[in-house]
């Protein structure tokens, strides 16, 4: 039998990359995002590609997306947990409250929802489980100067992760997070110009392929269901992180 995924924020960077793979290794893939055209370029046309324009934080849209994506499909595998998006660095005290609500409305709330929604489809499918991965970032573990939305949400992907995996074990819904560190895309691309360091010195950081982390993903869903990575950080070995520096 084919497996499926639902990836979000598929439209481009991370999402589009592990799409890709996901797709090249047979793979019948969701795509959800709230941009048509940038989903469509991303399936390219491809038969398993099913494109589904949709907000995360909408619990309607979250819902009718995975509906049709289960209709075309008959079950749910995996979920990529992946949409995502950040705010300008600034203190807290100069941080937007419209840019904290959309940073926990996408980021948070979003991974809620599209995690409710498979969950609960995992649960009443026969055979009944499957597998829910959540982004979580390097940001989950320390934040970059000025990003307290950001790197809240994060953490608190963290706390999703561990409760689903707990609250998944009856049904056989495993749940593990994948710890992103500088993969090269359009996001990133200004790191390797410079970016704000803790010492207030700007500083370009290493880098690597976005391939990489599209294959650890890969890595992540094809386990068998009585096996799973329940953390995995991926990053480019050079930047800011271990050791502080």
């Not at 924020?9 to 290794?25: E, M, P, V, W």
């Not at 491809?46 to 619990?59: F, I, S």
Request: aromatic letters at 4%; hydrophobic letters at 40%.
């Amino acid at each position: 039998m084919t497996k499926t995924i639902i990836i979000t924020g598929a439209g481009r960077g991370i999402g589009a990359a592990t799409a890709t793979a996901f797709l090249d290794a047979g793979y019948r893939v969701g795509l959800i995002g709230r941009n048509g055209d940038t989903l469509a370029a991303t399936a390219d046309g491809h038969p398993n590609a099913l494109v589904l324009p949709c907000d995360v934080g909408v619990p309607e849209e979250v819902e009718a997306s995975f509906g049709k994506a289960v209709a075309a499909w008959g079950r749910l595998d995996v979920l990529f947990n992946n949409a995502g998006r950040g705010s300008p660095a600034r203190t807290i005290d100069e941080t937007d409250i419209d840019d904290w609500l959309d940073v926990v409305r996408i980021n948070l709330t979003g991974s809620f929802l599209c995690a409710r929604t498979a969950f609960g489809i995992m649960r009443t499918q026969t055979p009944q489980g499957g597998r829910i991965i959540n982004n979580g970032s390097i940001s989950a573990h320390v934040p970059r100067p000025g990003s307290s939305p950001y790197t809240s949400t994060k953490h608190g992907i963290t706390g999703l992760t561990r409760t689903l995996s707990l609250d998944g074990r009856p049904f056989d819904i495993v749940c593990g997070q994948i710890d992103i560190g500088n993969a090269l895309t359009e996001m990133a691309m200004p790191m390797t110009k410079g970016v704000p360091q803790p010492d207030g010195s700007i500083r370009a950081e290493a880098t690597m392929d976005v391939a990489h982390v599209a294959s650890s993903v890969l890595h992540m869903a094809e386990m068998p269901l009585d096996a799973n990575v329940q953390f995995m950080t991926v990053m480019a070995p050079k930047m800011p992180f271990i050791g502080r520096g």
